[in-house]
Structures are given as C-alpha cells and as structure tokens.
C-alpha cells in the first residue's frame, strides 16, 4: 500500500499497469488498492506542481503566508476557526501550528491590494483572531519536495561503460 | 623506423572499446533515448557533495597519503563488515582512482609474462585488455550457457600449469546476475586447491534485488588469496569522483601500493572526503535509489517479456541483457538499426566478450516515461524485424 502511494506521489501519471508492472504485483489488485486510498481519503487529489515563473497568467500572482494569532474555542478548540477560514476560496492551505504563533493560512491574490483587502476584511475582523501578520512570497525555490528553479538534470553521456 | 615501430605492439593490437566505438556513432545526437549509459541517473547525494565543497573551503586540496586518508579507510573497513569481510585499513585496503585503477594495479602486481587469466564473460570491458597490459594471457569462461553464472566445473577445465588467477564480477555488469553463494563455494574450494588467486570486483554490491549480496572474499580460507575490488560509482552514484578500492592480504598489498605511488599518487582528496560522508550518512539514500532500480527493472522485464524476447531475469545491478537471437540480427546489427530507426541506443553484447553475441545491454537507470517510450519503440522494431 505504501509503496503505491510513493509511486503516485511522485508521478499522479502512473497507470494502475504501469505500478503493477513495478512492484510485480496484479494490475486487478492496484487498482482495487487506489480506489481503497482515495475511499479513505488518504489519497485527498492528484495535483500537477506549476512553477508560477513560467505561466505568463500565474507570474502576477500574489502569494502571501499569514501568522494568525487566534483564541480556541470551547470544546471545539481550533477547528471551527480554521474551518470558517479554509472555506475561502483564496486560501489555498491552512496549518495549525507550534510556536509564536497558532494559523499559518497561505493564500493567492491577483493583486498586493486583493491580498492585503481579504486580510484586513476578511480574516482579521474573524471572531477569535486577535493579530495577524501577512509574509508575502517574493520567490518559490521548492513546492511538495520538487525543485522549481535551477533543477539539476543528468549529465551523462549517450553511452558508457 | 617503421611507423608501427613507434608504439607499443600491445597497445597497437589492442582494440578500442567497443562501448566507445558504439558512443562516437551517436555522439552529439540529442534525439536519442540511451539505455546505453553505464550509470545511475541520479546526482550524487546533497550531502556528499556539500561535504567535498567543505573540504575544497577548508583548504583540503593537498595530496593524501598514498593508500588515502586513514579516516576512509576505517569508514571503509567498518562498512565491510556488513559482508562478513575483515580488513586491516592500515595494510589491507588502498584508496584508488575508480575501480578500473584498482583493476590494473592489482593484475600488474600479480603477473608475469604468459601466466593466464579466467575471465567469467560477458565481463566488463577492461578486464581483457588490461590482463594482456600486463603481460598475462586472458582465458575466457563462456557463460551464457549457463545463465550467466560461472560454474566451477567449468573453470576446471579451463585450468592449466600457467593459470594465475580467476576474474569474477558479482552483480555482473552487463548481465545483472548475480552469484549463488553455493556457486562461491565451490569456485572457493577450487582455487584453494589450485592455489590461485581469485579477482572479485563486487562495485555492485549494494544494489541488489533479493538475496543480500554475499562475498567470496568471506569464505573460510579465501581471505589470503581473495583480492576485492569495490568503489563508490554506482551505490553512491558517485561515477565521476572516481574513488574505488582494493582490500587483499597485507604482502600483495605492499605491491600494489608501489604500483600505486607511480601511477596515481593518490586518489582526490575531495572526493576521498565525500566518500567519507557516502559511509557515514547515505545509507537512506541507497535504499532509496536501490528501491528506484528494482521498479524499474521490474517494470522492464514486464515491457521486454510483452515483447518476446527471451533474457534471464537480473537479480543484481541496473541492467537487462536481452537475448535478441529471434529476431535473425547480430548485436551488432540490432543496436545499430535500433538508432537509426527508432532512435533508441543499447549497447551490443559482442563487447562484453564470449557469450555476449546475441545480446544487448539495456541500462535502466532511466526515467520510467523514458523506459516506457524506449521500449515502445523496441516493441515496434522487433515487430517490424520479425515481420521481415
């Protein structure tokens, strides 16, 4: 089971035959596998990584990491606030985390403005949330453990020993 | 003078390496899906490599002492013993430039003129010449009559007053078998019985695909008369730092290492310190590039019996020696209409030695969507070769 979820991590292409033809195991059974992950939501989606840089209508994208400081809820903690703001959305991940701070929400805007608006009008005034700090991304190197700019390729001659 | 006259009659005789032969045919062809490369497709480890450039900032740019800095050696010594081999790194082990160096120090150090070499072939393609350098005689044990593996019956008779010693490679490179430790055994009573020494270069060591790799080297008796041959190129992805050693008893050693003072100085000091951080903390990274190999070689032995071409199933190393004998070509032949046609590059059995006509060598240390792309078009050759 883990082995066919590390194949599909790292390349969502890969056909139920073609992980069966790796790990020598029956097509019938892979497939019967997959279906099992995504039912039990291991599995959550099959995601492409874009490198923003090179598509023209991604480049003027604004990313932003917000540090939200917020207060928990009685019996449901953080949970609630986190589901009110994950349902936006602009935001693209939300993290419960240790630390200065207690949310890290990172989120897409087309502009500084929209960004700075959805903050300011939207997170912000949230009941619980007492501060927020916004970080804006000015370069991504690496997203999901592949490297995005300056990736090394392979060397090697056409033929040798 | 003659113009032959101004070389050496050995090295004039002596051909090019078929694989090279092979690589200026396609050289500069961007086109090309090679499964011809003898190497990982992966970047030596980070860690490795920042450990070198440490060492570069540190100043570390000296010679070393000839037999490598002492703290390899003991990293190497200490890694041995996960294959049950035991050596002194104060006498027992040299630090060389490759493993090919280590190739020639040691059949430099072991023969006179006219003694004679078995070489299990297919084979890597320097052992041949580099026994003739030196002035030996090679003696070839054919084995693809028997699935690749050396049997020691088979040596026997190839024993004569003259023979010196036996060359083996486990995993073997270009056949991916690897031999039975029943196999050893018996090739170990035989060479003790006949006093000669036995040649074992284990480079492939750690990639592996069922049982862990075993060692004649640690069969009782074989220690005084076992010399092992291993290096960093391939588990560690480290080809081009050329870092290999040689682990053999003590007085063969103190010949080797005079050889080795003459020829090489030392290995690269970089280089030396990062195989020093390849031992102490790669041992994940193996695993996982030996885990990358074992699905693809799986996902190419599933492509190639779709196929219908007959091979025997590796259980070592990153290649598949495909038998193309149905389809009416030499290796030759099939590399070659194989890049013109399909633009995909193998390397032909013939240059591995006796037994190695009638075959190709596919490395797939390769991305799996160049695997199955290269293999589409295989499929599509043989069906076209077949259908005349």
Known sequence: ?161 | MERSAKYSQVVSRMPPSGIRRFFDLIIGRKDIISLGVGEPDFVTPWSIREKAFYALEKGRTSYTSNWGLLELRQEIAKYLTKYKLSYDPASELLITFGVSEAVDLVLRSILNPGDEVIVAEPCYVSYQPLIELAGGRAVSLNTARTNFIPRAQEIAKLLTPRTKALFICSPNNPTGAVMPRSELQKIAALAKKQDIWVISDEVYAELVYGEPHFSIGALPGLKERAIILNGFSKAFAMTGWRIGYICCPAELMRQVIKLHQYYAICAPIMSQYGAIEALQSCRDEVEKMRRSYLRRRNFMVSAVQKIGLPFAEPSGAFYLFVDIRPTGLTSEDFALKLIQREKVAVVPGNVFGAGGEGFVRCCYAAEISLLKEALARIARFVKNERAG
């Open chain 1, 1 to 161: 089971m883990d082995e066919i979820l590390e194949l599909l991590q790292n390349d969502a292409r890969l056909t139920p035959e073609e992980i069966a033809a790796m790990l020598k195991k029956d097509a019938k059974i892979v497939r019967k596998k997959i279906k099992q992950l995504e039912d039990e939501g291991i599995i959550v989606k099959y995601g492409v990584i874009v490198n923003p840089e090179k598509v023209p209508a991604k480049k003027e994208m604004v990313r932003a990491i917000i540090e939200l400081s917020v207060t928990p809820e009685r019996e449901t903690g953080f949970d609630a606030l986190a589901e009110r703001i994950y349902k936006f959305p602009q935001v693209e991940s939300v993290y419960l985390i240790s630390g200065g701070y207690d949310l890290q929400v990172i989120l897409e805007g087309k502009t500084l403005k929209e960004v700075a608006f959805f903050v300011s009008e939207k997170l912000a005034p949230l009941d619980g949330v007492r501060g927020t700090k916004t970080h804006f991304v000015l370069k991504k190197y690496k997203e999901n453990g592949a490297v995005l700019s300056g990736k090394e390729k392979s060397s090697r001659l056409e033929v040798a020993p």
